[in-house]
């Protein structure tokens, strides 16, 4: 079923959802002159933050443990759990305007003169930057059925979105110095969280860090000549990547290097092919350690293809922070990589 915004003649949840904040706006309107610019607010909330607002029936019913451990359950690639949203749930009816400036908001919802289940995305409502994904169907059953088939779709829209707003403050304020030496490096221009500062350039290969002890962040760019296909497969983007590192990222001693992770000698990775912007990117999540040393973390990886250079384009970020949580530091980096740009 298509994703759409909701459509004339299917609105009876959305006007549920949104009367107070209706109400609001219209009595703003009537206050304001008649000249006067419509103007909508600044978005609120934390990063990774996330109003889940449920119908009581669909709460007190199996799906509210389907719910929780969509939203909160691990984020894939990291070294411990944490949840994949900082969740805050209300019920329908207990949805007031205080809730209208957010910047993520599911709304799960059962709406019986539905035809069948829907998914509707609705941008910037009230505030901006916000998303506001709605899932609705006319019975539970409808409901659970649509939740297992796109629940994960659903929750990858939002945190693209999350993502998106990370990357747009980032491209207002970003650290001039790697983007100034990667531009001299590869051609292409990315912006770096301000507090990365440090630059290593070698051959078709580029890193900036942080050089912390805690809360170090990361950026590698680098590329290898492409042989016509759509993607590598996982296999050898691992193996492309363990010898990148290897040559470009050693330890302090000779026999120490940047690797990927493995378990019983597979890789810790968790590899997608996604559309962006019209193009195909591979995107790869996974744990680095030091070879012979304690240090790691995780590490997340964009793969793409440019064709007019007939090469392969690697940008990956990656954290060490062995006393913190990671999925903040990791979802900055993501933003980064969503920056890179062909001169």
Known sequence: MAVAPWCAGRRSVVQRVFLHASLLLLLAACSAPSDSPKRIVRSVGLPSELLLVVDQAVWNSDLSDSLTQLLKGPVPGLMQAEPFFRLTRVTTNHYTPSYSTLHSKLFVQLDP???EPMMGISHNVVAQPQMEVTIAAPTLDELRAYLYHNGARARQYIADFQIEIRAARLRRKFSKKVDEDLRQVENYTICAPEEIGATKKGEHFFWAGTNRNEKDLNLVVYTCPW???????????????DSVMMANIPGSNPDQWMQTTRVDGRPIVFCELRNVDGQTVQEVRGLWQMRNGALG??????????????????????????????????RTLEASLRTLRKL
């Open 113 to 115: 003169s539905l035809k």
């Open 227 to 241: 042989d016509g296909r759509d993607a590598l497969t996982p296999e050898e983007f691992i193996a492309r990547r």
């Open 297 to 330: 973390g995780p590490f997340v990886s964009r793969v793409s293809i440019d064709t007019a250079q007939s090469r392969v384009v690697a940008v990956e970020g990656f954290v060490y922070s062995p006393s913190t949580d990671k999925r903040e530091l990791v």
